[in-house]
Every structure is written in structure tokens, then in C-alpha cells.
Nanobody
Framework: QVQLVESGGGLVQAGDSLRLSCVAS????????MGWFRQVPGKEREFVAT????????VYSPSVKGRFTISRDNAKNTVYLQMNSLKPEDTAVYFC?????????????????WGQGTQVTVSS
């Protein structure tokens, strides 16, 4: 049984930083592309970042590039999202996702496994 468990969300002020973590179990983590998405009520799930098996070649949404950093530790089965210079428009539920494929994609339907999400709220 595959499980992805996010943590690290919270309420912060604009300009602050947060680090999200996602611990995976029940899968061969080092053979899964991992990604982060976010969603606000009434809107579609939005791509944030993804990176390949080795942790290289990250891809970011233009809205977060330069502020967010995705990384992974395959020894700990964990993917991270370091979020700096947070803005109120970053407020959302953040989800980690796993894809059993070597090719990175930016659309939600490309990922087989999802966490339950963690709320990030940025006040102005």
C-alpha cells in the first residue's frame, strides 16, 4: 500500500519561509518522479514543481520559480519543497505526488500516487 504523507504547512506572513516534507512508503521511491501541486477551493489542481529520480533537473511553475526549491533524499524516501518569499497568492493546500516513470510531467493526471495535502496560508 502506497502512502505519501505531507507535513510542514502552516500560517505565515508574506515574505516568510516554509519547508514542506513528504515521506513516501510502499513504493520504490528512487524510481519515482516526485512532484508538488497545490489547489485552492473552486480551482483546478496546479503544478508547482517536479524533479527526476536522482533529484536533478527540477522543473518549476513560472509563478514559483526563483522562490521555491524542490529536492529529495532517496535514503529517507522524502521529497521537500522549500518555499521562500511567500506571497498571499501562494495560499493553498499543497500535495505531493509520485509518478512511476522516468519522465517528468506537469499535469496531475500523470501521477499515480497522492498525499492528503497540507494547508499553507500566507497572510498579507
Amino acid at each position: 500500500q502506497v502512502q505519501l504523507v505531507e507535513s510542514g504547512g502552516g500560517l505565515v506572513q508574506a515574505g516568510d519561509s516554509l519547508r514542506l516534507s513528504c515521506v513516501a512508503s510502499g513504493l520504490t521511491f528512487s524510481r519515482h518522479v516526485m512532484g508538488w501541486f497545490r489547489q485552492v477551493p473552486g480551482k483546478e489542481r496546479e503544478f508547482v514543481a517536479t524533479l527526476d529520480w536522482s533529484g536533478g533537473n527540477p522543473v518549476y511553475s513560472p509563478s514559483v520559480k526563483g522562490r521555491f526549491t524542490i529536492s529529495r533524499d532517496n535514503a529517507k524516501n522524502t521529497v521537500y519543497l522549500q518555499m521562500n518569499s511567500l506571497k498571499p497568492e501562494d495560499t493553498a493546500v499543497y500535495f505531493c505526488a509520485g509518478r512511476n516513470n522516468a519522465v517528468k510531467v506537469t499535469y496531475p493526471s500523470g501521477y499515480e500516487y497522492w498525499g492528503q495535502g497540507t494547508q499553507v496560508t500566507v497572510s498579507s
